[in-house]
């Protein structure tokens, strides 16, 4: 085999597994993101569920408040 042979089958053999390399990193990097994205979802999932769990016991508050107190209006009409 000639020197340009060989370093024709070097190229090739390097710059495959350069490119094999950087497909993977680049999948590697775009599951990384997309599980972010995932547990990013399910943590704003569960401060909604949160809030909506604090809205509803306020609103149980305020139905047995209003049973027991009488609000009026306090405000200057004129």
Known sequence: ??????????ATILGT???VAFVHYGQ???KEAM???VVRDMEQQRIKRERQADFEMQ???EIEYKK???V????DAA
């Open 1 to 10: 085999m000639s020197t340009a042979s060989k370093l024709t089958l070097l």
């Open 28 to 30: 590697t990097v775009e």
């Open 17 to 19: 597994a350069g490119i």
């Open 68 to 70: 027991t107190q009488t």
């Open 59 to 61: 609103r149980q508050l």
């Open 35 to 37: 599980h972010a994205g």
């Open 72 to 75: 009026r209006d306090t405000t």
